[in-house]
């Protein structure tokens, strides 16, 4: 078990919170609220180890596109990086409509 942490630089202000996914094997689920300061914050619990390049590959790709002020939470269970960006955009469709 690895819990990474990642800060990314945002402007855009989210008031609403938001769930998507589940944690069960080859999935994971992502909670989303706004953020308490002038920052995007994620935190992921993940079932694998050694895989923080990865995720901050991903993370550094989806956060190019979207500048939501949020706090990320993610809980893994060893999904591969498309379902991982495929539940980042859902869970950030949700939190802005």
Do not use: K
Not at 27 to 37: A, G, H, N
């Amino acid at each position: 078990m690895e819990t990474l942490v990642f800060t990314y630089p945002a402007v855009r202000h989210i008031g609403r919170r938001t769930h998507v996914g589940v944690v069960a094997s080859g999935d994971l689920e992502i909670l989303l609220e706004p953020s308490p300061d002038s920052e995007a914050h994620v935190m992921i619990r993940t079932s694998v180890d050694g895989f923080g390049g990865i995720w901050r590959e991903v993370l550094d790709r989806f956060f190019q596109r979207f500048d939501g002020l949020v706090r990320i939470e993610i809980n893994d269970c060893g999904a591969t990086p498309g379902t991982v960006m495929l539940r980042l955009q859902q869970v950030a469709e949700r939190a802005v409509q």
